[in-house]
């Protein structure tokens, strides 16, 4: 509940935590570099890293504008399945082919797809517009504009269905017989009031880190308003829908209304994943409840609550189906020298190709930017394999999780073995929107340079504590002058550069969590206008809300960890030395043998662990044991007896690896 889990780690934690070589010059506090503890070891490991990115290999941004143009043109939503995303992902497979990558591979999925078809017209969300899709009358008088609806939550007869409406009052919720046969309108719940759970701090604040990019950043663990950042209020506004649903379907409402806190542009054409089902979960066949819901803007909105606190009558109107689809993940090797053979070690990049907007699903564009590059290499200078997965399932009714069979590396475990490390990404390019002006209500683009928080933000999940990884994409941005990044562990690891939780960053593009392998995933800090139908190229808050600048930026940094990924040494990378490091940080003053030193005891073995890593970094795999034995026997006697049980386990796992890689 509190910002910092344990304030007396928060010492030796500012000056254990840099990163190397001065990167983090702009970051919040004044730490004393990774790279100044051990400086000549940290050189030589990196002396045989990936060089600096050779401009002449990148994708220009003109060439990413074209890209997407044509997506935005040619596309549009691209849900699995549907024309849009056959058209995307046969570009992608065109470029593939261009791009030098071989033996692509395959996994259809048959599900059942939920259309609702507003696209490309916004009149079909206009009541007077004669192609209404989406219509709403409360108390005799049409509702303008419907900003969107629920995802397969039904649909109606195109009269539509009329019903009195009932108000979910939190403070005295209607019950089960009251919302029978009605039409259940609902609000937005406003934020708590503070102190604020951690699980609230993970989703709706900033949160503390291991690294982040220099420039403004709002203040962690305070909800930033929306003239900052529409990203955080926009996750608090959709995120409760489905929770409004499984109210409704339990209790037999004939439909729902949902008035979203957020301006009309902000509002108009967002959509979310919502599984209309009795348990919310989602297969194919399923059986969905018909429960036909309409989502509207604060202002479009304000009389229909009144209407439906009086107990007025309304009627819904919502023209949708179901049909039964087939998406196609689609599985791409770019080959290393030792492609095809049992030496073959392989660099796994994924993202998803479907959604309903342009920036929600451009991975793709990413992953074969990042080809294009690595095809300008000889195979016999490309040291590792990279496969590229594009799977589909992001936007199949409950995601990826709903889906496991259709998983390629499920079908396929054997394949896992030769992955030495991961990349995920997603949601790229993206210019950062606000809400300003009267009430709220004007939805625009931040006027702040991109490193002040001009674009979103990019999240970057990093799998554990590792050194060279939090490193390696500091060095990775500040090379590419990619100005706004956020590399964060998650809530369960270890506090941040601050002392304080570490938000998680919510993407499942990041295999390496799954496969309990090395990984790190981009997901750009998407606000609600990322998930609007009609947000392409240009969105609700304006024309040119894709940054083609900024997606190279992000590209090249990737660009950069993949290659880094394909030359560094798996004992450096693995994970158990982020778990060792986390392990040694979590200890608390009561663990050590005398509490009261504790802090001079903690900085002393993280700067013992530190010259470990280091020479392990270096390849001097017989000194690094020897570092590592020191260790152990300072952790012997610093640590209390009850405490030091897990350091011992992780002290040893790493020691065993070392035997062998000497």
């Known amino acids: 509940m509190s910002k910092s889990r344990n304030k007396t ?54 060439l990413a504008l074209q890209w997407h143009t044509l997506k935005a043109t040619e596309c549009g939503p691209t849900y699995a399945g549907s024309t849009g995303w056959k058209k995307y992902t046969d570009f992608l497979i065109s470029k593939m082919s261009e791009f030098g990558a071989v033996d692509l591979d395959y996994i259809e999925m048959p599900y059942d797809h939920y ?251 990413g992953m074969i930017g990042i080809m294009s590059y690595f095809n300008h290499i000889p195979k016999a200078q490309r040291d590792r394999t990279i496969v590229f997965y594009f799977d589909c399932r992001h936007f199949m009714p409950g995601g990826e999780g709903s889906w496991p069979q259709y998983d390629y590396y499920h079908l396929h475990p054997e394949k896992v073995k030769s992955i030495v490390a991961t990349i995920g990404m997603e949601h790229m390019g993206g210019r950062q929107t606000i809400e300003v002006g009267s009430g709220g209500n004007e939805y625009t683009y931040s006027k702040e340079r991109p490193e002040d928080g001009g674009v979103i933000t990019s999240l970057i999940d990093v799998n554990n504590s590792n050194i060279w990884m939090v490193e390696a994409i500091a060095r990775a941005a500040t090379a590419n002058k990619w100005p706004r990044v956020d590399v964060k562990t998650g809530r369960f690891v270890t ?15 990041n295999k390496g969590r799954e496969f309990n392998i090395p990984g790190m995933g981009l997901a750009g800090d998407w606000p609600g206008g990322w998930t609007q139908t009609f947000a392409q190229v240009d969105t609700e808050a304006g024309m040119h809300g894709f940054d083609e600048h900024y997606f190279v930026q992000q590209v090249a940094g990737l660009t950069q960890m993949t290659g880094e990924f394909m030359r560094v040494k798996p004992i450096v990378i693995d994970l158990g030395w982020g778990d060792l490091k986390s392990a040694l940080l979590n200890v608390p003053d009561s663990g050590f043998t005398a509490a009261s030193k504790a802090a001079t005891e903690r900085k002393a ?49 790493q020691m065993a690896k070392l035997s062998k890689t000497a």
């Not at 000056?15 to 001065?22: P, R, S």
């Not at 890293?49 to 003109?62: A, C, K, L, S, V």
């Not at 506090?495 to 593009?509: A, D, I, Y």
């Not at 044991?625 to 026997?633: C, E, F, I, S």
Request: proline share 7%; with cysteine; charged share 20%.
């Open 495 to 509: 506090p941040g550069v601050n002392g304080g939780l570490q938000g998680s960053v919510k993407s499942p593009m």
């Open 115 to 365: 259309i609702v078809e507003d696209w490309p017209d916004r009149r079909t969300h206009m009541y007077d517009s004669g192609i209404a899709v989406e219509k709403l009358v409360s108390d005799g008088k049409p509702v303008p504009m419907v900003a969107s609806y629920g995802m397969t939550s039904g649909h109606t007869p195109p009269e539509g269905i009329t019903a009195q409406m009932v108000y979910y009052d939190p403070a005295h919720p209607p019950a089960d017989a009251d919302i029978a046969g009605k039409i259940l309108v609902c609000e937005t719940a406003k934020y708590p009031d503070p102190p604020y759970n951690n699980n609230f701090l993970d989703n709706y604040t900033l949160t503390d880190y291991e690294w982040r990019s220099p420039g403004k950043w709002h203040p962690l663990f305070v909800c930033p308003p929306t003239s900052v950042t529409s990203s955080f209020h926009s996750r608090w506004v959709w995120s409760q829908l489905g929770r409004f649903a499984a109210i409704a379907i339990k209790g037999k409402a004939a439909g729902i209304v949902h008035v979203y806190d957020l301006s009309p542009g902000a509002a108009l054409g967002l959509t979310q994943r919502s599984v209309y089902t009795v348990d919310g979960r989602a297969t194919l066949g399923a059986e969905y409840i018909n429960c036909p819901t309409l989502t509207l803007d604060r202002v479009n909105g304000a009389k229909v609550l009144a209407d439906a606190k009086a107990g007025r009558r309304a009627t819904l109107t919502l023209i949708a189906r179901f049909q039964q689809d087939k998406g196609k993940a689609i599985i791409a090797h770019l080959p290393g020298k030792n492609y095809g053979t049992p030496l073959d070690e392989q660099v796994l990049l994924a993202t998803h190709t479907d959604a309903m907007s342009l920036i929600e699903e451009n991975g793709g564009f």
């Open 9 to 62: 780690t928060v010492s030796s934690r500012r000056t254990f935590l840099k990163t190397a070589a001065g990167v983090a010059a702009g970051t919040v506090l004044s730490r004393t570099s990774l790279g100044a503890q051990a400086k000549p070891a940290a050189a030589a490991a990196h002396a045989g890293g990936f060089p600096q990115i050779n401009q002449r290999f990148m994708i220009t941004p003109e």
């Open 605 to 653: 073995l993280m700067d013992q662990y530190v010259t470990t890593f280091r020479k392990v970094e270096a390849g001097a795999y017989k000194d690094a044991q020897a570092a590592l034995k020191t260790l152990a026997d300072n952790i012997s006697t610093s640590i209390a007896a009850g405490n030091q049980a897990e350091l011992k386990k992780l002290v040893d796992g």
